[in-house]
Structure formats: structure tokens, C-alpha cells
């Protein structure tokens, strides 16, 4: 074991935590947003919507995250209609490639545990808003949807969890995080286990302070637990 090796190695490996952390964050970003979106449509009724958001879902957890980025790096650019449009200056980026990949990924899971979470908002809740007069907007914001986002949070930080680990793959279209350094200097070094060693301690870091922050959310939202304690 190279100790000296590993040491060297940390400058340049944190230097690359800024981009991984803002590919997650951004991704999280994009995909809750499309998540409450299709949660929603699916939970709607209507036949399209629903058949629509659940042939998204299906796709996009069902096939490989790796194929999704290599398909929207790789194949957009042969598409002309794509490279034509005013898309292109963003498409044509590997970040944003990598962005809306590992958004679309998150957000077709985050809905699936948004929409599960919604549905088992206890029904007594629901009607005891009806019966002090809430409209359905107001219900849903009041009542449906504080419940169903603390119910979520376990389940909503596996996927943070798989988010972070899950932008490792962003180095295979050419981004520079923390394993696209990573496999830079193993190529300078050929030292696979001491470098890559250190790329892993990084990323068990983030997701440890990721754990935090979700275990102080659910503190928060369940304020009832505490009092019963």
C-alpha cells in the first residue's frame, strides 16, 4: 500500500467534488420536480396521463442508468432535428447530458415513491379535512402532502444514496468528477487500489453527511414521535 501515493492523491480528487456535488444536487433538483409532476399525472385518472407517466417510469427504471447516458450523449447527436434546434448548445454538453440522465432516472424512482406515499395517507385525515371544509387544493397541501413527504423520507434517501453513486457514471462521457479524476491518475500511476481507495473513503463521506441531513429531516417532520418518546 503506496501511503504517500494516497495522500498526493486527495488534492486533486477533492478538487473534483465541487462537480460531482453539483451534478447531484442538480439532478435531485430536475427530478423531484419531474417526479411531483408525474406522481400527480399518475394519480390523476386520466387514461393518457397516466398510461403516458407509467410507460416513463417503466423505461426508465427498467433499463440500465449507464444505456440512458450513452443514449442521450451518444444518440441525440444523431438525431438532426435535436442537433438543429435551440436544444443543441445544451445537448451538446456532457454535463447537461449527464444532468438530464440522472434526472430523468431519479425522477421516473422519486415518483413511484411519492405516488405510494400519497396513497397511504391515512383516509380519516383526508376526511376530516373535507369535513371542516378544505378545498382540494387546500387539502392537498395542508394534509396530503406533509404526510406523504414524511412518509417518504426513508425511502427518499436510499435513492439520495443512489443518486451520488450513481454520478460515477458521468465519467464515462468524459466528465471530470471525482472517478473521471480518479481514472485519470490510475492511468498516470497504474496504482488501481490506493487511488480508487480514496475516490470510495470521498464518496462514503458524502453519502454519510446525505444520511445526516435525511435522518434531521425525518426529526423534523415528525415532531409527534418526540413528544411520545
Known amino acids: 500500500m503506496n501511503w504517500t501515493l494516497m495522500w498526493d492523491s486527495l488534492p486533486r480528487l477533492l478538487a473534483a467534488l465541487p462537480l460531482t456535488l453539483q451534478l447531484v ?24 396521463a397516466v398510461a403516458l407517466t407509467s410507460a416513463y417510469t417503466f423505461v426508465f427504471r427498467g433499463t440500465p442508468l449507464l444505456v440512458q447516458i450513452f443514449l442521450i450523449y451518444y444518440g441525440l447527436s444523431q438525431i438532426d432535428l435535436i442537433r438543429d434546434s435551440f436544444l443543441w448548445p445544451v445537448l451538446s454538453q456532457p454535463m447537461w447530458c449527464a444532468i438530464l440522465a440522472l434526472a430523468l432516472n431519479t425522477g421516473a424512482y422519486t415518483s413511484e415513491i411519492l405516488r405510494g406515499a400519497i396513497e397511504t395517507v391515512p383516509q380519516e385525515q383526508v376526511e376530516a379535512a373535507r369535513a371542516c371544509g378544505m378545498s382540494r387544493v387546500r387539502l392537498f397541501r395542508r394534509i396530503v402532502l406533509p ?28 466528465m471530470m468528477e471525482i472517478t ?6 490510475i492511468a498516470q500511476t497504474f496504482a488501481v487500489f490506493e487511488i480508487f481507495i480514496v475516490a470510495g473513503i470521498l464518496y462514503l463521506l458524502i453519502n454519510f453527511v446525505a444520511t445526516r441531513l435525511i435522518k434531521h429531516a425525518e426529526w423534523r417532520t415528525t415532531p409527534y414521535l418526540r413528544a411520545r418518546a
Open 25 to 48: 444536487a442538480l439532478a435531485l433538483a430536475f427530478g423531484a420536480v419531474l417526479a411531483f409532476a408525474t406522481a400527480l399525472l399518475r394519480l390523476s385518472g386520466n387514461r393518457v
Open 147 to 174: 404526510v406523504a413527504i414524511r412518509q417518504m423520507l426513508p425511502a427518499y434517501g436510499n435513492e439520495v444514496i443512489l443518486m451520488v453513486k450513481a454520478s460515477s457514471l458521468a465519467s464515462t462521457i468524459t
Open 180 to 185: 473521471g479524476v480518479a481514472r485519470r491518475m
